[in-house]
């Protein structure tokens, strides 16, 4: 299937000009073939939190929330309804089997996977605890935060426009991600969800963990949602450079429109 590519050509740096790297050609778009057969859409970390007035802790230290209900209500609904009717493969991964251990693929990925290995942990000690609990105070997610964030993880569960349907592949790692892709023959994730510089990159099942497997992992410009901060949210710069980083480093970058109308025309 043709789709447009999104990627940026990270050459050549001028070294006549004062930054040598305004050189390099920057974002381009290639119209580039993907195989149905060997491609999955992932949607990653996709969270129904409850409301702010259910918890305002939570959304106080985790603003993008509200954007991720926003990307759910209007993006996946289509980009969703439009992978189910294609060859492409759908897989779903999420943090921890909490909200997802009934689900028919969530059993059928560990199946797949095999028993989960020993975990490996640091020993505490009271320094250790101390800047642990320093860090949870003043840097995320506060003190008073605390307890409407635990509240909210006790009750998550899927988006109503996110829930997998029938045996869609469910993983709550890379291990188990893996196993699925190897399954299905896949070797190339495209990646919608939430956050693309943080959860998506590194988080179990992330890009950092599966380009170490060999797939190559892209992602959907305008199906993901960023981390900012108070410097960076007017100009979105976490996503920008995250996008950035999956072309150079992991993948391609998608736009759902174009993606889907490959899926129609193909139809």
């Known amino acids: 299937m043709r789709i447009p590519a999104h990627y940026y050509q990270q050459f050549d740096a001028d070294f006549t000009l004062e930054h040598p790297v305004e050189g390099y050609e920057g974002w381009k778009t290639a119209e580039l073939d993907l195989d149905p057969a060997h491609t999955a859409v992932v949607v990653m970390h996709a969270w129904d939190l409850g409301t702010i007035e259910e918890h305002p802790?939570?959304?106080?230290?985790?603003?993008?929330?509200?954007?991720?209900?926003?990307?759910?209500?209007?993006?996946?609904?289509?980009?969703?309804?439009?992978?189910?009717?294609?060859?492409?493969?759908?897989?779903?991964?999420?943090?921890?089997?909490?909200?997802?251990?009934?689900?028919?693929?969530?059993?059928?990925?560990?199946?797949?996977?095999?028993?989960?290995?020993?975990?490996?942990?640091?020993?505490?000690?009271?320094?250790?605890?101390?800047?642990?609990?320093?860090?949870?105070?003043?840097?995320?997610?506060?003190?008073?935060?605390?307890?409407?964030?635990?509240?909210?993880?006790?009750?998550?569960?899927?988006?109503?426009?996110?829930?997998?349907?029938?045996?869609?592949?469910?993983?709550?790692?890379?291990?188990?991600?893996?196993?699925?892709?190897?399954?299905?023959?896949?070797?190339?994730?495209?990646?919608?969800?939430?956050?693309?510089?943080?959860?998506?990159l590194m988080s179990p099942g992330g890009m950092v963990e599966m380009s170490g497997y060999g797939v190559i992992c892209s992602a959907f410009r305008d199906a993901v949602t960023a981390v900012e901060n108070a410097e960076t949210i007017r100009n979105h710069v976490g996503k920008e450079i995250s996008l950035w980083r999956v072309s150079v480093g992991f993948g391609f970058v998608f736009e759902t429109p174009e993606f889907i109308g490959a899926i129609e025309r193909s139809a």
């Open 57 to 200: 802790g939570q959304f106080r230290c985790c603003y993008e929330v509200m954007s991720t209900y926003e990307v759910c209500r209007e993006v996946f609904p289509g980009l969703l309804a439009a992978v189910r009717r294609s060859p492409f493969h759908l897989f779903h991964v999420v943090a921890g089997e909490s909200y997802c251990n009934d689900y028919p693929g969530y059993q059928r990925a560990k199946a797949l996977a095999g028993p989960d290995p020993e975990p490996r942990r640091v020993d505490a000690d009271p320094s250790y605890e101390a800047l642990n609990k320093f860090r949870a105070d003043a840097v995320f997610p506060g003190a008073h935060n605390v307890r409407d964030c635990r509240d909210a993880w006790q009750r998550v569960r899927f988006p109503r426009e996110a829930e997998p349907l029938g045996d869609e592949g469910i993983a709550k790692d890379g291990r188990q991600l893996f196993a699925l892709c190897k399954d299905a023959g896949v070797n190339h994730l495209i990646y919608a969800g939430f956050n693309i510089d943080w959860c998506l």
